[in-house]
């Protein structure tokens, strides 16, 4: 006996799954097709990716699509096809960065939400890119941000802090 079998390179592909991130161009989250549209970040190109509409309300909610990146999983339609469904839900978020100055190694570039702050110590929680970060400023700065907080005030820190050694903190420049 003798078996032959036959392979064809189509039988062999399986759907691409990809992880994508990218600024937030626009997204429809009613409608026959619910989408959004992101900037890819490698290619500088537009892509589109479908989600079912309970996911894009979960996803995104009432917020506006400015200054917000994207980020998940997607997968192909079919092994060929250029359309793309997301798995799961996207995570939605402001980006903000902090960066090392090259002026100076103690001087750092700082830029987040402030999510709590402490006026006795001088900490402060920020967000940046979703992750939480923390950082020790003058105590007089961070009282006022305090209390901005406890008014459900929105507090940003940004801008350029240089870390002071004897007093053990960063002084904004």
């Known amino acids: 006996m003798l078996f032959v079998l036959f392979s064809n390179a189509l039988f062999a592909k399986e759907r691409k799954v990809i992880r994508f991130s990218g600024e937030l161009v626009r997204w429809e989250a009613q409608g026959s097709e619910p989408q959004f549209r992101y900037l890819d ?7 589109t990716i479908f989600c079912d509409a309970d996911t894009m309300k979960s ?9 917000h990146h994207i ?9 060929t096809s250029d359309i793309w469904l997301c798995v799961g839900k996207p995570h939605i978020f402001q980006k903000y960065q902090v960066s090392v100055s090259s002026s100076s190694s103690q001087t750092k570039k700082i830029q987040g939400q402030v999510i ?5 110590t ?3 929680v920020y967000l940046v890119r979703g992750r939480r970060s923390y ?6 700065l961070a009282k006022e941000m305090a209390e901005s907080l406890s008014r459900m005030e929105t507090v940003e820190i940004d801008g350029d802090y240089r870390y002071d050694r004897i007093k053990r903190y960063y002084i904004k420049d």
Do not use: H
């Not at 980020?71 to 092994?79: C, F, H, I, L």
């Not at 950082?135 to 007089?140: A, D, F, Q, V």
């Open 41 to 47: 970040s490698t290619t500088l190109r537009e892509k």
């Open 116 to 120: 709590e702050a402490d006026g006795t």
């Open 71 to 79: 980020e998940g999983k997607a997968t192909q339609v079919s092994p």
């Open 59 to 67: 996803a995104l909610g009432n917020q506006p699509y400015e200054k």
């Open 135 to 140: 950082l020790t400023i003058e105590p007089s």
């Open 122 to 124: 001088g900490q402060i």
